[in-house]
């Protein structure tokens, strides 16, 4: 089992060629692959996929490939048996249980027996026990529907697993029992992720950058310690390449103060008539022979150094960084932004539409552990445990985790007054909000970035936004382009920039699942923008160490049945 690129490229129709001459083979063993957005690792998984073909070189796989991508569209009439795969050899079972000899439905099952157990099986070891084979694929959560998928994969068992950044949308649960699997699967397993405990777990480091590949031996930790060192010895040369180039033009400016001088002195000495006029003037012609030599020489030595400064400058790494400063943001400790009551459970979206899950119901008081609207709870002052009110003070950063299928997005949603307002929640919002979702969908990809900008902020001068998006890497004509033809990076600071440059200034944000789909770089440069942020945050993710850099100070779960728990730190 293997995978085999040779001198591989691949160009879209609109000439952009994310990937040239890739010349690389996978084995056995777990591949994290990693890099900027936009640099082709979706790409290169479908190609290796079948479900593209290179623009030249090709792709050789030994094995059966199952690949999981990043968005999986489900049928609207689907059972979770159809999303397995299994649902014709699932009818062809009950039609011989039922008494069938029809040969079609032998040829059906062929040699899979049990494949409704090991469906469960693999369901119940990625923490889907309670989905059941005729649930309808409809009412799967969207971290349920990539735990169903991957274990429709798994079921196949493929020599070679493609995984497109898998983590997204699962809770700290699923996350964890992925991981599992993944770390016990025997074959070529390639994975494009961010997600930095799953990249723990990887055997080497693909890093695509440049339409190029190159292997690091080890997981992220080690591929980060190997690249940081690299990163040094590329500026030590670039230090020593920018002095060599100095000394050039030193080097340079005194042969021409020299040779000004010898000129000086020999037109003096041809104006004293102390020497013939014709050895004068074949003094002067052969020391501007000499000196135009010395400059030739001058030049192509400078020119040398520019050619090795510019070489050992590809050679490092940009790694741009978001630095601002929004004392617009700031709230002072103790001021409350953000109540909500009425969180015990019955606003919970299921217990409306009926699907499985809890019954919520709620005797309409404070239950033991739980808090009541003043702090006080069942047990007395300041209990843990559930929440009956959700206050939020100050600058705050606070995390709320759960369940897939919890309703964390609709309850976040609701929070920000963007979403349909929830049965018996009252909410009250006393500062200026700003929405994040998980699709990054506020932009209007027809107006540039300054365009965008200057919606949500009115009042702004052009220099005032100008200076606003510098800050967020957009300098000068980068501005100016239209947000339908960003980058994915790219298009993660414009909706930063235009969430944080707002006027008014957010002073509570609300961001549901940020991570999703960044790079390393990005969700760098994300940590990087929170630092800056002076207001409370609400974080809806799953991503653990994401949320320790934005500094949580409060951790809340909402379970299935729509109510809150003040937790710690997972």
Not at 208 to 222: C, D, K, M, P, T
Not at 254 to 280: M, N, T, W
Not at 391 to 404: D, H, K, Y
Not at 419 to 439: E, F, I, M
Request: charge should be neutral; include cysteine; aromatic fraction near 4%.
């Amino acid at each position: 089992m293997s995978v085999v690129l040779s001198d591989l490229s691949f160009s879209f129709p609109d000439g952009n060629a994310p990937l040239s001459a890739l010349n690389v083979s996978f084995g056995p063993g777990r591949t994290g692959l990693i890099g900027a957005n936009g640099s082709g690792k979706s790409t290169l998984l479908r190609l290796i996929a079948g479900q593209l073909s290179p623009s030249s070189g090709s792709v050789t796989v030994t094995g059966e490939v199952g690949y999981l991508p990043q968005d999986i569209t489900l049928d609207a009439g689907a059972t979770v048996a159809s999303l397995l795969g299994i649902a014709p050899v699932q009818a062809a079972l009950r039609a011989i249980e039922g008494g069938s000899v029809d040969p079609a439905a032998f040829d059906a099952v062929g040699d899979d027996w049990d494949v409704e157990d090991r469906a469960r099986e693999w369901l119940a070891r990625l923490g889907l026990a309670h989905v059941g084979l005729d649930d309808p694929a409809r009412r799967l959560s969207g971290g349920e529907t990539v735990l169903t998928a991957l274990s429709a994969l798994l079921l196949r068992r493929p020599a070679v697993l493609l995984l497109d950044e898998p983590t997204n949308n699962l809770d700290l649960n699923a996350r964890r029992k992925l991981g599992d699997a993944v770390t016990a699967w025997p074959g070529v397993v390639l994975i494009v992720s961010h997600d930095r405990e799953l990249l723990t777990l990887v055997d080497q480091v693909a890093d695509l950058s440049g339409g190029g590949l190159r292997l690091y031996g080890g997981n992220l930790e080690a591929y980060e310690a190997m690249l940081a060192t690299e990163q040094s010895a590329a500026m030590r040369t670039v230090s020593a390449a920018a002095a060599d180039l100095r000394q050039e033009r030193r080097d340079l400016l005194d042969s021409q103060v020299k040779q000004s001088r010898r000129d000086r002195q020999g037109r003096a000495l041809a104006a004293s008539g102390s020497i013939p006029r014709i050895v004068a003037g074949g003094r002067e012609r052969a020391a501007q022979v000499s000196a135009g030599k010395s400059r030739d020489v001058a030049l192509a030595r400078i020119a040398g150094a520019q050619a090795r400064l510019a070489g050992a400058e590809e050679g490092v790494r940009d790694e741009a960084v978001i630095r601002i400063s929004l004392p617009g943001t700031a709230v002072p400790a103790g001021r409350t932004v953000l109540t909500a009551c009425g969180l015990d459970g019955a606003w919970a979206p299921w217990h409306q539409a009926g699907p499985r899950g809890g019954t919520g119901s709620h005797d309409g008081g404070p239950a033991a552990g739980e808090r009541t609207a003043d702090g006080r709870g069942a047990d007395g002052p300041r209990a843990p445990g559930r929440l009956a009110e959700l206050i939020v003070r100050g600058p705050e950063r606070v995390a709320l985790t759960g369940p897939n299928g919890a309703g964390k997005t609709t309850l976040l949603r609701a929070l920000a007054g963007t979403g349909q307002a929830l049965p018996g929640v009252t909410v009250r919002r006393n500062a200026a909000a700003g929405y994040l979702p998980q699709r990054l969908d506020i932009l209007d990809d027809a107006l540039t970035v300054m365009a965008n900008v200057q919606a949500v902020a009115p009042r702004a001068t052009v220099n005032e936004v100008r200076a606003g998006l510098a800050r967020f890497l957009f300098r000068g004509a980068r501005a100016d382009r239209p947000a339908g033809t960003l980058s994915g990076g790219e298009r993660f600071r414009a909706v930063l920039a235009a969430l944080l440059l707002a006027d008014p200034p957010p002073q509570l944000l609300l961001l549901d699942e940020p991570t999703n789909n960044l790079d390393l770089a990005s969700a760098t440069q994300l940590s990087q923008a929170l630092a800056c942020y002076q207001g409370a945050l609400l974080l809806v993710s799953h991503d653990v160490p994401f949320l320790r850099s934005a500094g949580i100070s409060r951790w809340l779960q909402l379970d299935r049945a729509g109510r809150l728990t003040e937790t710690g730190p997972p």
